[in-house]
């Protein structure tokens, strides 16, 4: 009997393209990933100092994940149309006009203004994401995990250039606090996409176009449904728990440069995994990968439990970053083995949409249900999606026999 997963091997590229490729899209990675880091960073500080009413000093950020969801499927449409180069160059384009608008809503003090600002840097958040898969398909088959990790790495130099970029701009216009850096984050958008322009990409066939099977019919496989929810629920709780620590720190009364210091471990640990991610994946498996992931998600919550003194959420900042990335990257490995070659772009801009559509639900509920409830409600709410998350492996791992005896 011929094996079904056969045709789902994909598209294979030349080792020297394909490193060259992979090469670039950690480059952009690190460049791009400053956008979001420059947003989280500012975005409140300049809500509370441009909005009507302080209740909405944090929508810019809450909207910021809005464009994330938004802008997935869009982007995932101009790929399949136009190649992934071009959507790239298109969300590049809105990282630009991020900093654009973003300056002239500082120095007009317009609120709204910024908030579409924070939308379009949402779109280049969409499109930055998408570059795990585009180097997933710049190599063979059995390189992908690592093609895929090594691009996420990225986001480890993406973390520092971010906050840099912030320290050393945000008083360059001292009447204009910030103005200066969103100019700067334009600046690197225009440089990331210098990068971008010399990738190089397969063009789109009429298969692409019009071939594959229904979406419907690929979203209905328990392996896609199984990828789909362990990533879903490693983004949502990892910013579910994330928007509330800092708040929870300073309730607790520890300092705001605890709470950063805390956060700039936490970034690190997502991304610096990334570095061997793609080894374990490729030795152990994906779903055993997310497995892993789930578990020290789970370690975190147990110890923000434990304590509310700063080595308790410190310990917590850097078990969830390690989480997510573990839950996140190996997701989305799994995801590699739902679509054939001419169905990527469509299967992963939905996962994508899933993914960050659910984490805007998680953005908007977690500093209600830590003012109302408490932090530990907040940790104890964390365990629910957690065990969804691993009955769905359980029902993956225990169909999969099932499926090769057949």
Not at 227 to 244: D, E, I, P
Request: with cysteine; proline share 5%.
């Amino acid at each position: 009997m011929s094996n079904p997963a056969a045709p789902l091997t994909g598209l294979t590229v030349a080792a020297p393209t394909g490193t060259g490729n992979v090469l670039r899209l950690a480059t952009a990675q690190a460049l791009a990933g400053a956008n979001a880091v420059v947003v989280y960073a500012t975005g409140a500080v300049i809500g509370s100092q441009l909005a009507p009413d302080p209740a909405l000093a944090t929508l810019p950020v809450s909207i910021f994940v809005v464009g994330m969801a938004a802008c997935t499927l869009p982007a995932g449409r101009i790929a399949r149309a136009y190649g992934r180069r071009a959507a790239f160059l298109t969300g590049t384009a809105c990282g630009m006009l991020v900093g654009l608008l973003a300056a002239l809503a500082v120095v007009l003090s317009w609120f709204w203004l910024f908030c579409a600002a924070t939308f379009f840097g949402g779109a280049y958040a969409a499109v930055v994401l998408s570059f795990r898969f585009a180097a997933a398909d710049c190599v063979a088959p059995e390189r992908r995990p690592r093609a895929l990790s090594a691009v996420m790495a990225g986001g480890v130099f993406a973390g520092i250039i971010g906050p840099q970029l912030v320290s050393h701009t945000m008083g360059l216009w001292p009447s204009h606090l910030f103005a200066a850096t969103f100019l700067a984050q334009g600046a690197v958008a225009a440089l990331s996409a210098v990068v971008l322009a010399g990738v190089r990409l397969p063009s789109p066939t009429a298969a692409d176009l019009s071939g594959g099977r229904p979406l419907g019919l690929i979203a209905r496989q328990p392996r896609f449904v199984t990828a789909v929810v362990c990533g879903v629920v490693s983004y949502l709780l990892m910013n579910f728990l994330m928007t509330a620590a800092p708040l929870a720190m300073h309730l607790c009364g520890l300092t705001q440069d605890d709470a950063n210091l805390g956060l700039q471990w936490h970034v690190i640990a997502m991304y610096a995994p990334s570095f061997f991610t793609g080894r374990l994946i490729a030795r152990f498996g994906a779903p055993n990968v997310v497995a892993a992931g789930l578990a020290l998600t789970a370690a975190a919550a147990t110890v923000g439990l434990s304590g509310l003194d700063l080595a308790h959420f410190w310990t917590f900042l850097i078990l969830l970053g390690l989480g997510w990335n573990f839950g996140f990257v190996g997701a989305s490995a799994m995801v590699l083995d739902c679509h054939r070659p001419e169905e990527r772009t469509r299967v992963q801009s939905l996962n994508d949409f899933l993914v960050f559509g659910t984490m805007a639900v998680g953005s908007f509920s977690s500093g209600g249900l830590l003012a109302r409830y408490g932090w530990d409600v907040v940790l104890w709410v964390s365990f629910a999606p957690l065990v969804v998350a691993v009955a769905a492996l359980a029902v993956a791992a225990a169909s999969r026999p099932a499926r090769m005896a057949a």
